[in-house]
């Protein structure tokens, strides 16, 4: 890991000194008088699964845990906040999978509360995957531990520093308790991105350079949002439309961008220690003159600087009818790579001799396997076998190191990664209390319109009133 530089406060620990310290009393908490079995470890036992969160993500896990082939393995309960989302998926799966399907009315789960109830369908040692809007992470990945269960979460895990030191601790607490967790930044688990890492550590490369990353394309997901319309609460609308609003998902930059900004880093094997960034909302209206009511900007340039100096450059855009470049690219002293060439992950990874990627490359990758399947393969496997997994501290570095970006978009400072860590602005506090018909962590102000990014207007706030 990148040596850390500076705190903006000598009382808020370093990222090191924090990652160290989690580890001696995390295991205190919700661990306290449990003894844990080595449930399904070596056998063939029937794993059951439960989904809290049933869009499309959801859904896709879903179909990849019950494709898995190392035993039987069944989906026996649901939860979400809308009756829609878990019936369409409901629907969906029960299509290919209705072998594998189990999950009769009374353990399909509606409400804010849902989650614990699907939980409370499971056994010790089962998995439940967590794939709702990433704020909620911590909250029912803490219930998880103490249900004693397996887990899947999506990317990303945190969206602001007080969740990621959360999620840190609570990964320490799964490690401790032997519960195995994956997280859904599948990129580590595509084949030729695997074999590119090990051909760079081999020093295939040379020295790393500089990296570079581009998602850019039309709006995609719910980037952008008109007007609440007066027949849905705050509270619901920003959650069925999250890729909108920060706090409950770190806008499109943490969701859309993770992706790039993780693979490239795991090919320098390090993370940044600060970012500066520019971003700007060039279209505020829909065609109509409509206002767009969410919190993003429609682009995004990220320079991020690891310890030894290496740039890493990521570029993000979503602008109708603009150039669409969505790949990723490292650059050495004895040649380059293309890492993704497509997308967030599609091979064929190549490495060529010099910096030019129009030759012909020097070694090109063949496997085409799906990475998606292969890191549930891979979860799957470590609890049958009873073998450590947990992917939860990665999840967390690389979800800071976006949310480093992102802020450093939103106000226009330069940011650490343990100004990013330790920034005391939860998005949405004390979302374990939330209850249906409550208000949204985030309100419209006097004007009647919710807040957005104004860089350089107040250098420790992405927004505020």
């Not at 997280?183 to 790393?208: A, C, F, N, T, W």
């Not at 501290?393 to 400072?413: F, I, L, N």
């Amino acid at each position: 890991m990148a040596k850390n530089m500076s705190t903006d406060n000598n009382e808020n620990p370093s990222r090191r000194q924090f990652l160290q310290a989690t580890g001696g009393v995390a295991a205190a908490t919700v661990l306290s008088g449990f003894t844990f079995p080595n449930v399904h470890a070596g056998g063939s036992d029937l794993i059951q699964v439960a989904l809290v969160g049933c869009g499309g993500r959801g859904s896709g896990a879903a179909a990849n845990a019950l494709s898995t082939k190392t035993g039987p393995i069944k989906l026996v309960a649901m939860a979400d906040a809308f009756e829609d989302r878990l019936s369409a998926s409901y629907d969906n799966l029960s299509k290919t999978f209705s072998d594998r399907m189990d999950v009769p009315a009374d353990r399909k789960f509606l409400g804010w509360d849902a989650y614990k109830h699907a939980m409370d369908a499971l056994r010790p040692g089962d998995i439940v995957i967590l794939t709702t809007p990433p704020a909620f992470r911590w909250v029912h990945f803490q219930y998880a531990i103490s249900k004693k269960l397996n887990v899947f979460m999506e990317k990303p895990v945190t969206v602001d520093g007080p969740a990621s030191k959360k999620m840190l601790k609570l990964g320490e607490e799964a490690s401790a308790a032997n519960l195995k967790v994956g997280v859904g930044l599948m990129s580590r688990h595509y084949k030729p991105l695997i074999e590119l890492h090990d051909r760079i550590q081999h020093g295939q490369l040379g020295e790393i350079l500089v990296m570079r990353g581009y998602r850019m394309h039309g709006p995609a997901g719910f980037f952008n949002s008109l007007p609440k319309p007066d027949n849905i609460s705050h509270l619901d609308y920003q959650v069925r439309r999250f890729h909108s609003f920060l706090w409950a998902s770190g806008g499109n930059f943490n969701d859309f961008y993770i992706h790039h900004i993780d693979h490239l880093c795991w090919m320098k094997n390090a993370w940044p220690v600060q970012a500066q960034a520019l971003g700007g909302r060039h279209y505020k209206t829909n065609a109509e003159g409509i206002p767009f009511v969410d919190q993003n900007f429609d682009t995004y340039s990220v320079e991020y600087t690891f310890e030894d100096g290496t740039k890493m450059y990521f570029d993000g855009r979503c602008v109708e009818g603009a150039e669409g470049i969505y790949s990723s690219y490292v650059h050495g002293t004895k040649g380059s790579a293309i890492a993704a060439r497509a997308n967030d992950y599609n091979g064929p990874a190549a490495i060529y001799k010099g910096q030019n990627t129009n030759t012909k490359p020097v070694w090109q990758s063949t496997d085409n396997t799906n990475p998606y399947q292969n890191e549930w393969d891979s979860l799957v496997l470590a609890v049958r076998n009873d073998k450590p997994y947990n992917e939860v501290k990665r999840g967390v570095e690389a979800s800071v190191t976006s949310s480093m970006g992102r802020m450093a978009a939103h106000t226009g400072q330069v940011i650490t990664f343990d100004q990013m860590l330790n920034c005391d602005h939860e998005f949405a506090p004390n979302l374990d209390q939330l209850k249906q018909g409550d208000d949204s962590p985030l309100m419209p102000g006097a004007n009647g319109r919710y807040p957005v990014p104004q860089p350089g207007m107040n250098p420790k706030r992405e927004y505020w009133y």
